[in-house]
Structures are given as C-alpha cells and as structure tokens.
C-alpha cells in the first residue's frame, strides 16, 4: 500500500466512502491517472462491439474529466476498433487497481475527432515516441513479413501520421464500482441522471 497516498485516495477511504461522494472520487482517481504514468488506472481495457462478437483490448487513458463526463484515449483510425466503433458507438472500460483490488467499470458512448480542433490539440500534446504508432505504412493488424517497423522511410517529418491519428472521446453515462475485501465486498452502481449522479449500492 506504499503508494496508495500518492494516489490520492487511500484504501480504507474508498470503504467508508458514502453514496454520494463515490462518483467525485471515482472521477478524481480517473482524472489522476489520466495524468500520471504509474496508476494502475492509466491502461485500461476497452472493449466494444465487432461483427464477430465482443472486442476488448489494452489502451492508454490520455484525459479524464469530471466535468464532461469524458474519457480520451488515442488510436490509428485505421485499426479495427474505430470500424467498429464507427457501426456501434457503445463501448465499455475496465480499470483496475490489484493494489486496491478495485475494479471500476465505465460506459459510454464514443465520438470520433480526426479532423477537428481536439483531435489537433491532442496531437501537439503527443510524445514523438507516441506519434510513431499513427505513422505506420500498412493498417494495424495487417501481416508483416518479419517484425519489423513498417514505418516508411523519413517517418520523423512533422506531419507524418497526422491522417491516420484519432482521438476517441467517450462520453460516459454509467459506472459499476466494485472493491473486493477479506470478509464482504462492496459495489455500487452510478448512473447519469442530468443533472448528476445517482448512486445505488449493489450485491456485489
Ligand atoms: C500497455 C498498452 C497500451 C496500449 N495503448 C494503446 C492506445 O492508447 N491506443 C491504441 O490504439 N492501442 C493501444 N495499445 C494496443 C491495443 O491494445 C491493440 O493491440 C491495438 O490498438 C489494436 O487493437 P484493435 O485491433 O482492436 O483495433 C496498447 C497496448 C498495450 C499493451
């Protein structure tokens, strides 16, 4: 539990926190991790809906914020999540810290920005190891011959990757809480009704 101060909220809070300020907490620990590299929460799974079935993989959660109810991540616009996406705007995250064994759960539903003023902002903001992922040749997924990079040659010009960089933003109306102890669990159910959250506990 060495760290869990940093995080801000420290395991025996998360179980006396009340109904109420569970969604603000929930958010807090989002928005930390968002901002910082070591929470558990900074890459979460994500998962929607494909035409073989359900879909789920690793991402990194790049802004989280209260006050729009919105969780960003980046991505390829090219890979099979944004296709997917882009058919049914309904996706589903999953954080988890073992530290804490906390699982939040979040829902939601995605806009997609690549042209638009966000998807810039985001771009400026990106690392240059980071820009490498948008300035592959092939589309995500495609077979290589060997493992290496499919990055062109001159893959460092400035621009590089802008047309295939997206940001999905997923605006999110629900939110299942749950922390595991040694005797009894404790799990809550948020939803969004405007103007603000609803909390109920659960069975977990
Ligand atoms: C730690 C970690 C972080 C990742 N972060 C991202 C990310 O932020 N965005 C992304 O598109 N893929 C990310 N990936 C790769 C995805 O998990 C996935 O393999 C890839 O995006 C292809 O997914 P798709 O075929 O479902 O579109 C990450 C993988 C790992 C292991």
């Given at each position: 539990?060495?760290?869990?101060?940093?995080?801000?909220?420290?395991?025996?809070?998360?179980?006396?926190?009340?109904?109420?300020?569970?969604p603000?907490?929930?958010?807090?620990?989002?928005?930390?991790?968002?901002?910082?590299?070591?929470?558990?929460?900074?890459?979460p799974?994500?998962?929607?809906?494909?035409?073989?079935?359900?879909?789920?993989?690793?991402?990194?959660?790049?802004t989280?914020?209260a006050?729009?109810?919105?969780?960003?991540?980046?991505?390829?616009?090219?890979?099979?999540?944004?296709?997917?996406?882009?058919?049914?705007?309904?996706?589903?995250?999953?954080?988890?810290?073992?530290?804490?064994?906390?699982?939040?759960?979040?829902?939601?539903?995605?806009?997609?920005?690549q042209?638009?003023?966000?998807?810039?902002?985001?771009?400026?903001?990106?690392?240059?190891?980071?820009?490498?992922?948008?300035?592959?040749?092939?589309?995500?997924?495609?077979?290589?011959?060997?493992?290496?990079?499919?990055?062109?040659?001159?893959?460092?010009?400035?621009?590089?990757?802008?047309?295939?960089?997206?940001?999905?933003?997923?605006?999110?109306?629900?939110?299942?809480?749950?922390?595991?102890?040694?005797?009894?669990?404790?799990?809550?159910?948020?939803?969004?009704?405007?103007?603000?959250?609803?909390?109920?506990?659960?069975?977990?």
């Amino acid at each position: 539990m060495g760290n869990d101060k940093s995080r801000g909220v420290r395991r025996q809070d998360l179980w006396s926190l009340g109904l109420e300020q569970w969604p603000q907490v929930a958010w807090g620990l989002l928005e930390q991790a968002a901002t910082g590299t070591d929470h558990p929460f900074r890459c979460p799974a994500l998962a929607t809906s494909g035409a073989d079935g359900p879909q789920v993989r690793t991402v990194i959660l790049r802004t989280a914020s209260a006050a729009t109810r919105r969780l960003l991540f980046y991505t390829d616009a090219r890979s099979p999540k944004v296709r997917e996406l882009r058919q049914l705007t309904q996706m589903a995250w999953m954080f988890y810290d073992p530290g804490q064994r906390f699982q939040l759960r979040a829902w939601g539903a995605a806009s997609l920005h690549q042209d638009d003023e966000l998807a810039e902002t985001c771009w400026e903001t990106c690392s240059p190891a980071n820009l490498l992922n948008y300035r592959g040749r092939t589309v995500p997924g495609t077979a290589l011959e060997a493992t290496l990079s499919s990055l062109p040659p001159g893959a460092l010009e400035d621009r590089l990757g802008r047309g295939n960089f997206l940001v999905v933003a997923c605006q999110v109306a629900r939110m299942d809480a749950l922390l595991l102890g040694p005797e009894f669990h404790r799990r809550l159910d948020m939803r969004w009704h405007e103007p603000s959250w609803v909390s109920t506990w659960v069975n977990p």
